[in-house]
């Protein structure tokens, strides 16, 4: 049983419907696995287990009758604190939440469920996910699976934790700069960011309503592919026969090298060539454009953020982590004309960068220009806490600007991911190419 919480969760579906595994018996394994190994609450907020458990036991009815109402039918999955779980404290990580109980599920939550997903509890994230480091002295900082001490990535810190130390078969995060690619690219896992608009945000606690999306952590590309159809109501796409050859791959110089830290700039450069010797045609540009996105994503992210948040944190400003309450009060300095100006300049920039990438199937960049920092460091020093910050957000925040959907594949070197950047709406496409790339990758 053991071996389970090692499985992918498409590998476990597969299992059920042949009959060699009981959805209530590995439910059950899972939450055992919750009590004895996070006793102290660090990965799940709170654990779901009278839901869970009747999930299981349907899913378990389902299967004895061969009913079965997806290939993730009776799978166990986390979830991130910021969607709503109808009856279940939903904090977003933040004191300023403190007991809130929604009546019903976040609606990709709803959809998951109508596929026979099992829900196995809320897992810690950083205070209303903004910030990619996954530091939460208010409520808790989650494990980095390669070394404790480092930090775990963020906003999805848990959810990644949660599948990394094999205490559920996958977890669903949310991304708005980089919460699920920094976290899955630290943990050595697959992390799948959806394009804007792809997946509803009703009942998910917003950041930037602009720039949220919901997206899986997993242990393959298969699973992320799986995960997406699951929280769509969809099929999904069919990954079989993926290849490399005759693919044009973009690595992208502007930006997301520089600055880029030894380690995770060697694995990036592996990687490409392992993609390359696979039969990936790598070509290497620039693209001005994406110098000036970065310049206006102060103005755009913090801005809607604290507009979003500005009466609540206002209220009780004493019960947030001060570097990231300081992150939202940025938003402060920037006026409605500005904010205008900036999202109608993005536009123009974002024409800009899908004529000059059409032709390749995906732009390559390093997940995170830095491996997880200390986190004694980060809670010691604020000006630290700031610079990790926004250089770990700044690579993945390329995709959130151009509104793209993105892809992180582990590198095989810890903590160092490569995504792979596609149009928006794109994600079958990507998936396909994921699946290829991480044959080759592995």
């Known amino acids: 049983m053991h071996d389970w919480r090692k499985m992918t969760a498409g590998d ?21 696995a919750i009590r004895a190994e ?120 848990g959810a990644a934790a949660s599948v990394a130390f094999g205490l559920a078969a996958a977890g669903i995060g949310s991304d708005t700069g980089g919460s699920v690619r920094i976290p899955a690219a630290w943990n050595d896992l697959v992390g799948l960011k959806t394009t804007s608009g792809r997946l509803p945000l009703t009942g998910v606690v917003p950041l930037c309503e602009s ?55 060697a694995a990036f450069e592996n990687a490409v060539a392992r993609l ?17 996105a970065q310049g206006l994503s102060g103005v755009l992210f913090t801005t809607e953020a604290y ?45 800009l960068w899908h004529a000059r990438t059409a032709g390749f199937d995906a732009v390559l960049v390093p997940t995170s220009p830095i491996l997880p920092p200390d986190v004694a460091r980060l809670l010691a020093d604020e000006d630290y806490f700031t610079t990790e910050n926004l250089l770990a957000l700044r690579n993945t925040r390329i995709g959130n600007l151009m509104g793209l959907c993105g892809l992180t594949l582990p590198t095989g070197i810890p903590s160092c991911g490569i995504t792979l950047l596609a149009a928006p709406m794109a994600e079958e496409r990507l998936l396909r190419l994921g699946a290829a790339a991480e044959a080759a990758l592995a």
Request: hydrophobic share 45%; with cysteine; charged share 25%.
């Open 276 to 292: 390359q010797a696979a039969g990936a045609r790598i070509e290497r540009g620039t693209a001005p454009e994406l110098a000036e």
């Open 307 to 351: 507009g979003t948040w500005a009466d609540r944190i206002e209220s009780e400003p004493e019960k947030m982590y001060a570097p990231v309450r300081e992150r939202f009060r940025l938003g402060n300095r920037f006026t409605g004309a500005e904010y205008v100006a900036a999202w109608r300049r993005l536009r123009e920039l974002r024409a």
């Open 12 to 32: 476990l579906g597969r299992a059920i419907g042949a009959g060699r595994i009981d959805p209530l018996e590995l439910t059950a394994c899972f939450l055992d």
């Open 38 to 157: 996070d006793p102290d609450h660090r990965i799940y907020a709170r654990a779901t287990e009278a839901r869970a458990l009747a999930e299981a036991e349907a899913a378990s009815a389902r299967a004895r009758a061969g009913h079965r109402l997806s290939q993730l039918d009776g799978v166990p999955m986390s979830w991130k604190d910021l969607f709503d779980t109808a009856g279940t404290v939903t904090e977003a990580g933040s004191h300023l939440l403190a007991g809130r109980v929604p009546a019903a599920d976040a609606e990709v939550l709803r959809k998951a469920t109508l596929q026979g997903l099992v829900c196995l509890g809320k897992t810690h994230m950083t205070e209303l996910a903004f910030s990619g480091l996954g530091v939460n002295p208010m409520t808790a900082t989650p494990p980095n699976v390669n070394d404790s001490t480092l930090a775990p990535g963020g906003s999805s810190s």
């Open 211 to 265: 720039f949220d999306t919901v997206g899986p952590l997993t242990r393959n590309v298969e699973d992320a592919a799986l995960l997406l159809a699951a929280m769509e109501g969809s099929a999904a796409p069919d990954l079989r026969g993926a290849t490399l050859a005759g693919t044009r791959l973009l690595v992208m110089e502007t930006v997301a090298l520089a600055d880029c830290r030894e380690a995770p700039l």
